[in-house]
């Protein structure tokens, strides 16, 4: 039989090994130098992914029972700790109206749920990798999502042809960080499946650096002067997919929507 006074002298043995190994986790270096391009620029060419619950709400919540009840606890809403600056999201009044209305009804709202691009900076949180190859003059992220992808032009004066799910994007060097400026998007994408959303106003600007090899500071700055009183500012880190087969598998949902909506009209009447 242990006795508290053993028992006391074993979490206290414990506690002082525990130490060293502490400090040792601690103290652990970076997972190595960030690589670079030719031309002196961070190599930011991988496969990365969030690792966070920003897809089911932006900002702080808890967890709940999902939308499904007989699914229980294989579609609740985990919690999360939130990515919004300030958990604060500046709504003008009859657009955070709408914002509850949606969260309210989001299973059948929800561009997502209907398979439409996630549009930016949705489809960066979403809970699938995306890859980003970059050269020089361009970069392509390419996404699981709904097979979507982006060309970001690198300092190009052209402009946008017309609205699309992704975007216009013009990326720029600022020292060590990509900053993609993204407009012209469709006003049809939400943010997250908590109903926050956005007018054909949106405006991104996206900024990601490299931390070090294996990851990278995301930050987009929002601002939409037909929905929101001011601009607002979401980041996250996101980390390298380092599986030795990690790649890009395709994630078409269309056939899951299709049954969902039409499905009811192909079944024939029971006699």
Known sequence: MITFKVLRRLLVTTAIASVPMMAAVSGQAPTGAVPRTADGKPNLTGIWQAMNTANWDLQAHE????PVVSLAA?????????VVEGNEIP???DALKKKQANAANWMALDP????????????????????????????????EFTSASRIIRMGTKEKS???????????????????????????????????????????????ISAVDSN???????????????????????????????AQLMEYKCVPFAEELM?????KKPTR
Not at 63 to 66: F, I, R, S, Y
Not at 75 to 82: K, R
Not at 113 to 121: E, L, N, S, T
Request: glycine share 6%.
């Open 215 to 245: 990851t990278l500071k995301y930050e987009a700055t929002i601002e939409d002067p037909k929905t929101f009183s001011r601009p607002w500012k979401i980041s996250m880190p996101l980390y390298r997919r380092r599986e030795p087969n």
């Open 91 to 93: 709504y003008l009044p």
């Open 63 to 66: 967890a709940k029972m999902g």
């Open 161 to 207: 042809p017309a609205p699309a799910w992704m975007g216009w994007n013009v990326g720029s060097w600022e020292g060590d960080t990509l900053v993609i400026d993204v407009t012209d998007q469709m006003e049809d994408t939400w943010f997250d499946r908590a109903g926050n959303f956005h007018s054909d106003a949106l405006h991104v600007v996206e900024r």
């Open 112 to 143: 997502e749920v209907k398979c439409y691009m996630a549009g930016i900076p949705r489809a960066t949180y979403q809970p699938f990798p995306f890859q980003i190859v970059q050269s020089q003059n361009t970069v392509v992220m390419s996404y």
């Open 262 to 266: 039409y499905g009811h009209l192909r």
């Open 74 to 82: 294989a579609f609740a809403v985990p919690p999360g700790a939130g």
